[in-house]
C-alpha cells in the first residue's frame, strides 16, 4: 500500500486517545527570583490510542518521555497542551475531583514495587487503602483484598505481612493488586518488570497476560526490554527525545521497521536463535542523544541519523501511514535494513577517521575498509536520500 498522511482525527474513538500532548517542565535559575530560563521539552506533541483489551508497548532510550507521557495521561503531571481522553471524556481540563473518579478507570504500577509501597503498612491496608479512599470499603472489604491477593498468585494470609517480607516478584504482585482494587480497564505499566531478577520477570509477564485475558485490562506498557516488549504487545510506539517515531502492529514494527532509529534500536536486540544471534548485524549509533533543552530543528533524530539530509534540518517529517496505521515519522523512510545496516555502519566508521584524534588515518581508513568487505558492499557515496 502507498504512503498517506495521517488525517488530524476530529473525533475520539478509542478507549484513551492521546493527541498532541505536549509536556515541559521550566528549568530555574539562581539568585533570589529564580527566573525560568529554560524548558526541558519532555513529551513534545505525542499522539496515540488504546483499545480495550490490549496492549500498546512504548519503547525508547532512557530520558526520552516514556513515563512523563504515562504520568501525564494519568494527569499527576498537568500536560502544557494537548488531549487526553478517556472513553470520550476529556482529562486535561478536569477538576481534581472528577479526576478522582476516572482515576479508578486509569491506574499505574511503578518499576520499583518496594519504593511505591509504604513499608509502615501491611499487604490489607496497602491493598484495602485505595478501597477506603474511593468509598468502597464495606464489610466484607478484607475479603475483597483477600481475593485480590489470589488473583495476583499470593494467598489471603500474605496480607498481614509487610512489604520487607517479600521477594521483589511479590512485591510488584502486590503492586498490581492495588492497582486492580478499583477495577479499572486501563493499567500505565511503567517498567513493571525492570526491577526483577530475569529469573522472575517472566512470572510477572505471564501474570499480567492472565490477568489482560480475564479482565479484558488495557495495557500502556512502557518498557526498554526489547524482547518484553515485543512478547507482550499488540502494537508498538517507538519514542526519541519526546517524539513518537514510529508506531504500528508489533510485527510491522518488528518485522518491516521503517524509521531509522527503530532499526537501530532493534539491531541491538539479542536475537533468540543463537544462528541469526552470529550473524546479526548491529547499528552503533554514533553521538550522544541531544539535549532536551535544546533539541535539534526539524526531525530530532538528524544528529544520529546516517541517511540525515537538509531536509531534515528545515522540516519536522510529518508522522505518515506506511498501510494498517503503521505511521513513520521520516523524511526518508527505511526500505532494505541489510543495505541501510551497512551504510551505518560505513557511517560509523566514518565518523570516527575524523572524530576521534588519538587513532592514525592509516588505522581510520583501515576500518572503513574492513567495513565495507565485511558488508560486501560496493565503494562509494552512501546513505543518501530515498532509501
Ligand atoms: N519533574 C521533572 N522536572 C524536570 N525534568 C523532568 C521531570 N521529569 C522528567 N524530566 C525530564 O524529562 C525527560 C523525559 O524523562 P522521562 O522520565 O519521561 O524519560 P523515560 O523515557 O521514562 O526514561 P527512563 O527510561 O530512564 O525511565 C528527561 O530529560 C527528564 O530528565
Ligand atoms: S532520514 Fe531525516 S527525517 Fe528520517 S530519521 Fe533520518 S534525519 Fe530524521
Ligand atoms: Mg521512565
Known amino acids: 500500500m502507498s504512503a498517506q498522511a495521517v488525517p488530524t482525527p476530529s473525533s475520539y474513538e478509542h478507549l484513551l486517545d492521546v493527541h498532541d500532548l505536549v509536556m515541559e517542565f521550566p528549568v530555574k535559575g539562581g539568585g533570589i527570583f ?9 513529551v513534545s506533541g505525542v499522539t496515540m490510542y488504546l483499545d480495550a483489551g490490549e496492549t500498546l508497548g512504548v519503547v525508547g532510550e532512557s530520558g526520552c518521555g516514556k513515563s512523563t507521557t504515562g504520568r501525564a495521561i494519568l494527569q499527576l503531571h498537568k500536560p502544557t497542551s494537548g488531549s487526553v481522553t478517556l472513553r470520550g471524556k476529556e482529562l486535561t481540563t478536569m477538576s481534581n475531583e472528577d479526576l478522582r473518579g476516572v482515576r479508578r478507570n486509569l491506574q499505574i504500577v511503578f518499576q520499583d514495587p518496594y519504593a511505591s509501597l509504604n513499608p509502615k503498612m501491611p499487604v490489607n491496608d496497602i491493598i484495602g487503602e ?3 479512599i474511593h ?22 494470609e ?12 511479590q512485591r510488584q504482585r502486590i503492586g498490581i493488586a492495588r492497582a486492580l482494587a478499583l477495577e479499572p480497564e486501563v493499567l500505565i505499566l511503567d517498567e513493571p518488570v525492570s526491577a526483577l531478577d530475569v529469573s522472575v520477570q517472566a512470572g510477572v509477564v505471564n501474570l499480567l497476560e492472565d490477568l489482560q485475558d480475564t479482565l479484558g485490562l488495557a495495557y500502556f506498557f512502557i518498557a526498554h526490554d526489547l524482547s518484553v516488549i515485543r512478547h507482550i504487545s499488540d502494537r508498538i510506539a517507538v519514542m526519541y527525545l519526546g517524539k513518537v517515531v514510529e508506531t504500528g502492529t508489533r510485527d510491522a514494527v518488528y518485522n518491516e521497521p521503517k524509521h531509522p532509529y527503530t532499526v537501530a534500536l532493534l539491531s541491538a536486540a539479542p536475537e533468540a536463535d543463537p544462528n541469526s544471534e552470529r550473524s546479526r548485524q548491529r547499528i552503533m549509533l554514533t553521538g550522544d542523544v541531544p539535549s532536551p533543552l535544546n533539541p535539534p530543528s526539524g526531525c530530532r533524530f538528524r544528529t544520529r541519523c546516517w541517511k540525515a539530509q537538509d531536509i ?42 575524523s572524530g576521534d584524534p588519538r587513532e592514525g588515518r592509516q588505522e581510520a581508513l583501515r576500518r572503513v575498509e574492513s567495513v565495507e568487505s565485511a558488508l560486501d558492499i560496493a565503494k562509494g557515496p552512501v546513505g543518501g536520500g530515498g532509501g
Request: a neutral charge; one cysteine or more.
Open 130 to 132: 485505595a478501597l477506603k
Open 158 to 169: 500474605h496480607g498481614n505481612r509487610y512489604p520487607h517480607e517479600f521477594s521483589g516478584g
Open 312 to 353: 531534515c534540518a528545515a522540516e519536522e517529517p510529518p508522522p505518515i501511514d506506511h498501510g494498517g496505521g503503521h505511521l513513520v515519522a521520516c523524511h526518508f523512510p527505511v526500505t532494505d535494513i541489510s543495505k541501510e545496516t551497512a551504510s551505518a555502519a560505513l557511517h560509523a566508521a566514518r565518523g570516527f577517521s
Open 34 to 42: 529564580r527566573k525560568v530560563i529554560g524548558k526541558v521539552q519532555a
Open 135 to 156: 468509598g468502597l470499603w464495606e464489610k466484607d472489604g478484607l475479603d475483597r483484598v483477600g481475593d485480590l491477593l489470589k488473583l495476583v498468585g499470593l494467598s489471603p
